[in-house]
Nanobody, 118 residues
Framework: QVQLVESGGGLVQPGGSLRLSCVASRSIFSFNFIGWYRQGPGKEREEVAGIRSGGVMNYADSAKGRFTISRDTAKNTVYLQMNSLKPDDTAVYYC????????????WGQGTQVTVSS
């Protein structure tokens, strides 16, 4: 069973920065997708940023120019650097991974709370 463990959330003032980490229990090369989703209060869960097969990185429009996704394959870790944070970024952030082996398997971390407030 794959485990994804997030860390790095917290309380930050508007304009501040945070870096989230997601450690996977197996090589991140084994996934067709690994990335970050978030779910804000009263909102649906949405994809924020992800790394797809071949290393292609994608961002939600709300994240472009402010967030950067990166990976350390030796540590089986994916990061989300978040800069210029806004109150609208307040959400629980989840690490997500998907792999295909005849059928799709989806894995979720437990989530880490990010609160942007003065």
């Amino acid at each position: 069973q794959v485990q994804l463990v997030e860390s790095g959330g917290g309380l930050v003032q508007p304009g501040g920065s945070l870096r989230l980490s997601c450690v996977a229990s197996r090589s991140i090369f084994s996934f067709n997708f690994i990335g970050w989703y978030r779910q804000g209060p009263g909102k649906e869960r949405e994809e924020v940023a992800g790394i797809r097969s071949g290393g292609v990185m994608n961002y939600a429009d709300s994240a472009k120019g402010r967030f950067t996704i990166s990976r350390d394959t030796a540590k089986n870790t994916v990061y989300l650097q978040m800069n210029s944070l806004k109150p609208d970024d307040t959400a629980v952030y989840y690490c997500n991974a998907k792999s295909f082996g005849g059928s799709w398997s989806t894995y979720w971390g437990q989530g880490t709370q990010v609160t942007v407030s003065s």
